[in-house]
């Protein structure tokens, strides 16, 4: 029908808004699990463990021992809009956590049976919080809190019908976690899929009190996890990228062109420490390599760009998996250069030997 009764306008529910806005952000398990680990390192964790069932659609647990969250405070952080990470727009324009939308909790609540389980460092016992009821009770834990998620997308047939086999559910899950281990050595990760460990990555240690260079130990590090994630191939294959230029810094590693795949599945950027899907850094990576690959072969990398947080948006993407710079040329210069700078040196080191 063409035309319809005039309906009054009216203000849609809380739970509907929350389950609305969960259709931007909530769109598989994997989200989920990107959400979970991100509260979690922003707690502070030094070890976080994913534990699924059905490739996450019976069960998400995430189990971590950061700060925790206050027994009082355990109904607030279920609420939109709620959050400890930002007071101001001033702290939104300068804003280090990962999160600071105070969404998270809230919509994955309203598409899920979810639970609360903390313990802060002051607490004699940890707290349950049923997401559902909203009972709070006494239950025993350590320092930190573990989220379970149960039965996604219960209330929204529509949506559980477009997940795929478990086993796509629990890739798309363990490359989520994937992301954050490639930024974060010195976090150790743990995944477990049906009772079964299916991913474990030690935490890399960094000790600021040794007295070696931090950015160094930083490096190491990072190189360490690069190779257990991605496997000693990567590394390997691939060069270190080192590079400063006003206010920009270009760390991480470049593939050397033969380590080049047909599909770009092995490039990690990275702004700031957070993942991020970027046309300014893949177009610059890409064009650092176009004298030396051909045709569509895809290099490898895992760049980890720092900028100035004023000079980049985080807030335009409710994932935040996108992000925009303040000047896009200047990035997408260090980010070519610093590719291309790398690359200069495995090259240099060829025409040696090929002139010896
Ligand atoms: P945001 O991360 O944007 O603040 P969330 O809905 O993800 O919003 O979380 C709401 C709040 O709950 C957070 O600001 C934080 O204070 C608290 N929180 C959530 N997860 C954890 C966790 N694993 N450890 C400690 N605090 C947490
Ligand atoms: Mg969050």
């Given amino acids: ?38 509260n979690a390192l922003d707690a502070g964790s030094t070890h976080i463990t994913l534990r699924l069932l059905a490739g996450g659609v019976r069960l998400i647990s995430v189990e971590d021992n950061g700060v925790g969250i206050p027994a009082h405070e355990l109904p607030v952080a279920l609420k939109r809009h709620a959050t400890s990470k930002i007071t101001s727009l001033t702290e939104l324009e300068s804003v280090g956590t990962m999160g600071f939308r105070g969404e998270a909790l809230a919509a994955i609540q309203s598409v899920s049976e979810l639970s609360v389980l ?3 460092a002051n607490q004699d016992s940890a707290m349950l919080l049923d997401g559902r009821s909203g009972e709070l009770q006494p239950a025993a834990r350590a320092q930190g809190t573990t989220v ?5 997308f219960y209330s929204t047939p529509a949506r559980r019908k477009f997940l795929k ?12 976690v994937r992301r954050h281990a490639l930024t974060r050595p010195e976090v150790g990760f743990a995944i477990w899929h049906e009772g079964k460990l299916v991913e ?5 240690t960094i000790d600021a009190a040794s007295g070696e260079d931090l950015n160094k130990q930083h490096q190491a590090a990072l190189d360490r996890r690069l190779a257990d994630v991605l496997g000693d191939d990567f590394l390997e294959n691939s060069v270190a990228v080192h590079y400063q230029s006003g206010n920009v810094t270009v760390v991480g590693r470049a593939g050397i062109p033969d380590a080049a795949r047909s599909r770009a599945d092995h490039q990690f950027a990275y702004v700031n420490g957070r993942y991020v899907r970027d046309k ?3 177009h610059a990576a890409r064009s650092a390599y176009e004298d030396v690959l051909h045709g569509h072969r895809q290099p490898i990398y895992a760049l980890y760009v720092e900028i100035d947080p004023t000079r980049v948006d985080v807030n335009v ?11 896009g040329r200047e990035v997408h210069q260090a980010v070519r250069h610093a590719v291309e700078n790398a690359l200069a040196v495995p090259r240099a080191n ?3 030997a090929n002139a010896l």
């Fill in 1 to 38: 029908p063409a035309t319809q009764p005039p309906r009054a306008i009216r203000e849609l529910p809380d739970e509907l808004i929350s389950q609305i806005a969960a259709g931007e952000v909530i769109e598989r398990p994997a989200a989920v699990v990107r959400e979970l680990v991100d």
């Fill in 118 to 120: 903390s313990r802060t």
């Fill in 148 to 152: 379970e998620v149960k039965e996604l």
């Fill in 165 to 176: 086999t478990d086993n796509t559910e629990l890739a798309h899950c363990v490359e989520a």
């Fill in 200 to 204: 474990q990555w030690r935490a890399q």
């Fill in 280 to 282: 300014v850094i893949t």
């Fill in 317 to 327: 993407h409710p994932t935040k998996i996108e992000v925009r710079f303040r000047d």
């Fill in 350 to 352: 060829m025409l040696m």
